[in-house]
C-alpha cells in the first residue's frame, strides 16, 4: 500500500484565497483525521471522520474550516477565506483496526 | 477525560547514551497507549503500542516502553541513542468510545555527537 497521500505537498497562497486540502487514506481504515500542527500550539485534531460520517469537529476553528468524505477513499479540508495565521502544516491519517493512526507527509500551507 | 503529559519539552543526549522519555496519562479504563516519533518534514510513525499483557513492549528501532499502572506512566527508553533518533515524539492516549485519541505536546530529542 502507499500509505496516506496527501496533496498539494505545499501549498502558497494570498489571504482571501480558497484552499483546498486532500486525502487519499488507506484502503480498508473506518477512521480518518485532520490534524493541524504549528509552532505555538503543536498538534491539533479539527475533524474526524468514521465511515464517512463526521464524528466531531469541535476542534475546527472557525466556519471558514470545511471537511468533507464523500467516499471511503477521499476527503478534503477546505478553507475559505484563507488568513496568514492558517498557516501551518495540516495532517490526514486513517486508522485502521489495531488503532494505529498512519499519517500522511503532511502539506505545508502558507498564507500570504 | 482522557489526557496526555509529556513533561519534557526539550531533550538532549550524547550518541551511545541512554535515554528516557516520560509519559503520563489519564484514562477513566484500562488504556491504550501508543508512542508515535515525527522526524522533520515529515508525518507521525508509530513506534509501538500497549494494549494488554506485557507491560514491557518493544517496538521498532530498538525502543521499548513500560506501562506502570500505579504510575499512570508509559515511559519510553532506548539504550543507545543514534544521531538518526534525533526527532520529536509523541505519547498517545485512546481511543474513546467516540473514536478519539489524545496526544501529548511532544517531546523533541536532540542528539550530540
Known amino acids: 500500500d502507499a500509505g496516506v497521500i496527501q496533496s498539494p505537498r505545499h501549498e502558497v497562497t494570498e489571504m482571501g484565497q480558497e484552499v483546498t486540502l486532500r486525502c487519499k487514506p488507506i484502503?480498508?481504515?473506518?477512521?480518518l483525521f485532520w490534524y493541524r500542527q504549528t509552532m505555538m500550539r503543536g498538534l491539533e485534531l479539527l475533524i474526524y471522520?468514521?465511515?464517512?460520517?463526521?464524528?466531531?469537529d469541535s476542534g475546527m476553528p472557525e466556519d471558514r474550516f470545511s471537511a468533507k468524505m464523500p467516499n471511503a477513499s477521499f476527503s478534503t479540508l477546505k478553507i475559505q477565506p484563507s488568513e496568514p495565521r492558517d498557516s501551518a502544516v495540516y495532517f490526514c491519517?486513517?486508522?485502521?483496526?489495531?488503532?494505529?493512526?498512519?499519517f500522511g507527509p503532511g502539506t505545508r500551507l502558507t498564507v500570504l | 477525560a482522557q489526557s496526555v503529559t509529556q513533561p519534557d519539552i526539550h531533550i538532549t543526549v550524547s550518541e551511545g547514551a541512554s535515554l528516557e522519555l516520560r509519559c503520563n496519562y489519564s484514562?477513566?479504563?484500562?488504556?491504550?497507549l501508543f508512542w508515535y516519533v515525527q522526524s522533520p518534514g515529515q508525518g507521525l510513525q508509530l513506534l509501538l503500542k500497549?494494549?494488554?499483557?506485557?507491560?514491557l513492549v518493544q517496538g521498532i528501532k530498538g525502543f521499548e516502553a513500560e506501562f506502570k499502572r500505579s504510575q499512570s506512566s508509559f515511559n519510553l527508553r532506548k539504550p543507545s541513542v543514534h544521531w538518526s533518533d534525533a526527532a520529536e515524539y509523541f505519547c498517545?492516549?485512546?481511543?474513546?468510545?467516540?473514536?478519539?485519541?489524545?496526544f501529548g505536546d511532544g517531546t523533541t530529542l536532540t542528539v550530540k555527537p
Open positions: 484502503s480498508g481504515h473506518d477512521y
Open positions: 498517545a492516549v485512546g481511543p474513546t468510545n467516540a473514536g478519539k485519541s489524545t
Open positions: 500497549y494494549f494488554s499483557g506485557d507491560t
Open positions: 484514562y477513566g479504563a484500562t488504556p491504550y
Open positions: 471522520f468514521n465511515n464517512n460520517v463526521p464524528i466531531d
Open positions: 491519517a486513517s486508522r485502521d483496526l489495531t488503532l494505529t493512526q498512519y
